[in-house]
């Protein structure tokens, strides 16, 4: 009979305790956590997210990767800020500071220090006369992938998130684009404008 009592009893005790019920103390949590959430920007920097055959999927394994680690941010006090930068201009990519295209910035740090690049069919036809334009691979594991493998991005993601105290850099804007680039952007076919 004394258990019986002592579970009613502990049962009871959340609601009880301090005045206050559970739903109460949730409400407060939350919004201390609104409060104090620090930020993530995940930057993805490309020159096409329509055409590039490297550029649109690792723009969509990120957006999957931040999907899947939106519940652990949150539980950590963390905004995940994504935005995708499509430069249009040499001036554009020196002003983001581009390097390859393309590029992932986690409060400023490219996730692939070094960059490695391959031959990009689909860039090039989006120049005059095919030029030959190189697009980033990612190297990952021992293996080569031509958009950022899902499993990089998670690892990569996660540990921002567990060192969200590094400070967060800036990239300096560019005075000269990398080769690869600016014929890129020398070479790229003009669009037309409906307007």
Same mark, same amino acid.
């Given at each position: ?6 579970? *009613?009893?502990f049962?009871l005790?959340?609601?009880? @305790? ?6 109460d103390?949730?409400?407060? *949590?939350?919004? *201390? ?10 930057d ?7 055409t590039?055959?490297?550029c ?10 931040i =999907? ?9 006090g963390?905004?995940? =800020? ?9 001036q *554009? ?6 390097l ?14 070094d960059?490695r ?6 860039c090039? %036809? ?9 697009c980033?691979e990612w ?8 958009a950022?493998?899902?499993p ?5 993601i996660m ?6 105290d ?10 000269e ?8 952007? %020398?070479?790229?076919r003009?669009?037309?404008?409906? @307007?």
């Amino acid at each position: 009979m004394q258990n019986k009592t002592d579970a *009613e009893f502990f049962k009871l005790a959340p609601e009880v @305790c301090c005045g206050s019920s559970t739903a109460d103390a949730s409400e407060v *949590e939350t919004r *201390e956590a609104q409060i104090t959430k620090k930020v993530l920007n995940i930057d993805l920097i490309v020159i096409d997210l329509s055409t590039c055959k490297r550029c649109v999927p690792t723009g969509n394994q990120l957006n999957h990767a931040i =999907k899947l680690l939106g519940p652990v941010a949150d539980v950590l006090g963390i905004e995940l =800020k994504h935005q995708e930068i499509v430069v249009q201009t040499p001036q *554009e990519a020196k002003n983001h500071a581009l390097l390859s295209s393309p590029t992932i910035r986690i409060n400023g740090h490219d996730i692939a220090q070094d960059i490695r690049e391959s031959p990009c069919e689909s860039c090039g %036809d989006l120049t005059n006369s095919n030029t030959m334009v190189d697009c980033r691979e990612w190297h990952y594991r021992d293996k080569v992938y031509f958009a950022a493998p899902l499993p990089l991005l998670v690892e990569a993601i996660m540990g921002a998130m567990l060192n969200i105290d590094a400070p967060l850099i800036v990239p300096a804007p560019i005075t000269e684009l990398p080769a690869n680039l600016q014929r890129y952007f %020398d070479n790229k076919r003009q669009t037309e404008s409906c @307007c």
